[in-house]
């Protein structure tokens, strides 16, 4: 029913930035909390950011809430995460993830996953 792709995912040198993109097959993300989270091979999945889209209030972690900022494009029904500064720990799989309503930083809790962009920074 919900489809997520994302983008923007590529190869980069410490310092840098990058841009993910969300896009939704629905025409709105009208009353769903979208996040962003990150995997590495061996690593629980990690919250990194979330916006509510009805209200537009963000939540970030705090290893990335100097860095990184998540934003929406009503028209677009699309979720942005800029990355700046962007640190070879930064380095993993990016998901884009929706749930209804709720705002979660836990994984578990969100029903809707795109297949995942690869983020790499290179020292």
């Known amino acids: 029913q919900v489809q997520l792709a994302e983008s923007g995912g590529g190869l980069v040198q410490a310092g840098g930035s990058l841009r993910l993109s969300c896009a939704a097959s629905?025409?709105?993300?009208?009353?769903?909390?979208v996040g962003w989270f990150r995997q590495v091979p061996g690593k629980e999945r990690e919250f990194v950011a979330f916006i509510s889209w009805s209200s537009g209030s963000t939540y970030y972690a705090d290893s990335v809430k100097d860095r990184f900022t998540i934003s929406r494009d009503n028209a677009k029904n699309t979720v942005y995460l800029q990355m700046n500064s962007l640190k070879p720990e930064d380095t993993a799989g990016y998901y884009c993830?929706?749930?209804?309503?709720?705002?979660?930083?836990?994984?578990?809790?969100?029903?809707?996953w795109g297949q995942g962009t690869q983020v790499t920074v290179s020292p």
């Open positions: 993830a929706a749930k209804f309503q709720f705002e979660s930083t836990r994984y578990p809790e969100y029903d809707y």
């Open positions: 629905r025409r709105t993300f009208s009353n769903y909390v």
